[in-house]
């Protein structure tokens, strides 16, 4: 298992950006592929962004594809999650989590994906 803990949230008012950052202990970071995802109020968990084990592949959603960057650092064992260009409809809690061993890849599934962090709460005012 890998442990996982968010930070970099908070409130920013649209057009601005924020840097999303999720440390990561337990397994050996390099060998891990990561994601990020995440959840508006009164709405279903969603796939924000992946990265492959040494960032040489990096995917995302549609709706954040040119304002958001995933990037990962394996010595630090950290990924992070730029976003800019921000809109109200990005407000969210975000989640990084660790891509399952032996599971689909590439994959926008949740259940492809076995370790969780806390998230970071992500507020974009209009």
Wanted: net charge positive; glycine share 12%; aromatic share 10%.
């Amino acid at each position: 298992q890998v442990q996982l803990v968010e930070s970099g949230g908070g409130l920013v008012q649209a057009g601005g950006s924020l840097r999303l950052s999720c440390a990561a202990s337990g397994r050996t970071f390099s060998n891990v592929r990561m994601g990020w995802f995440r959840q508006a109020p009164g709405k279903e968990r969603e796939f924000v962004a992946s990265i492959s084990r040494y960032g040489g592949s990096t995917h995302y959603a549609d709706s954040v594809k040119g304002r958001f960057t995933i990037s990962r650092d394996n010595v630090k064992n950290t990924v992070w999650l730029q976003l800019t260009d921000l809109k109200p409809e990005d407000t969210a809690v975000y989640y990084c989590a660790a891509h399952s061993t032996g599971a689909n890849w590439p994959t926008r599934r949740l259940t492809d994906f076995g370790s969780w962090g806390q998230g970071t709460q992500v507020t974009v005012s209009s």
